[in-house]
């Protein structure tokens, strides 16, 4: 099966005044089709240009770029057709159009019948709850009515990949969990690709099932949300005796389990730092047991998108 996305070598650069900057250096990846995949890294990362690549709307340096097997420099028209891109900035609109009107004519430009384009307007409109600005001019909404606009455009053709460069910027928690839910129907009814950027790490981890993350334009780590937790950040476990003053743990013990990476004792408190809490809970309370511990409580901290991040490149830069 032709992946949905396929990248090779992929690299952009920049003339800058007497300097010139790589924003994408050697990127190589694939994406299967049916797949949500999302894109971190700090600022100035790469992602936006690697996004506008993607769209045609940039010229690859060097290595290249398939969608749906179509080449993205030798034949822009019909990766076009397949996308629909959704970047960080709104296109400035035509005076007097209307909200409706603009996704009526965008599914008009993206070779849908008129009636057809009506319906799928009349679709998305009430699916990003539009019903209430749709008849005013776009050049009068706000900037999160225009970001839920934005997107009802991109999605209004149904495309096979949803390209999405921080589509939730701006948006209220509401509009925030009802592109969420969108996503996710794009992806279990319609068989769609999705690859997104998000600042926003709980994102990522309730949309995604692959992470690529980014710095200074190269792909730094890859893998599926709870993978890269476990391997990187890891679960906390903390354990409390009962009962005033220090307590013998046996922390050498504890750390010879294969799922422990450390064991540190403060007083009657006791903590781990283990690969994966779940599996590793029922050995590390079956060795307190064993020695005779008096157990007040057991808290686990499981590991999130953050904790990766503070161990990444630029992670200061989010």
Do not use: C
């Amino acid at each position: 099966m032709t992946p949905m996305i396929s990248i090779e070598h992929l690299t952009k650069k920049f003339a800058r005044a007497s300097r010139e900057v790589t924003a994408v250096d050697d990127v190589s990846f694939e994406v299967d089709e049916g797949r949500t995949v999302a894109l971190l890294g700090p600022n100035g990362a790469g992602k936006t240009t690697l996004f506008r690549m993607l769209a045609t709307l940039l010229t690859p340096t060097g290595g290249s770029a398939r969608v749906a097997g179509a080449d993205v420099r030798r034949d822009p028209a019909a990766v076009r057709g397949h996308i629909g891109y959704v970047g960080q900035m709104s296109p400035s609109p035509s005076r007097g159009l209307r909200a409706h009107e603009e996704i009526y004519s965008t599914a008009l430009l993206q070779g849908l019948g008129r009636r057809e384009a009506r319906r799928r307007t009349t679709d998305v409109v009430e699916s990003f709850d539009l019903g209430a600005f749709a008849d005013s001019e776009v050049r009068f909404l706000s900037g999160g009515q225009r970001r839920r606009l934005d997107i009802a455009i991109g999605l209004v053709h149904e495309p096979r990949l949803v390209l999405l460069d921080e589509p939730t910027v701006g948006l209220d928690p509401d509009a925030r969990a009802e592109l969420w839910r969108h996503i996710r129907l794009l992806q279990r009814d319609r068989g769609a690709t999705v690859l997104m950027s998000t600042h926003y790490l709980e994102e990522a981890d309730a949309l995604a099932d692959l992470l690529l993350v980014l710095d200074h334009g190269r792909i730094v780590t890859s893998g599926a949300p709870r993978d890269l937790k476990t391997s990187l950040a890891g679960d906390v476990v903390t354990v409390r005796a009962s009962g005033p003053g220090p307590r013998e743990w046996p922390t050498d013990k504890l750390r010879s389990l294969g799922a422990v990476n450390s064991a540190t004792a403060d007083g009657d408190v006791l903590s781990l730092s283990v690969a994966d809490a779940d599996t590793a809970l029922a050995e590390i309370v079956g060795i307190l047991a064993l020695e005779g511990a008096d157990i007040a409580s057991v808290h686990v901290d499981h590991a999130t998108l953050d904790a990766i991040f503070d161990q990444l490149p630029g992670r200061g830069a989010r």
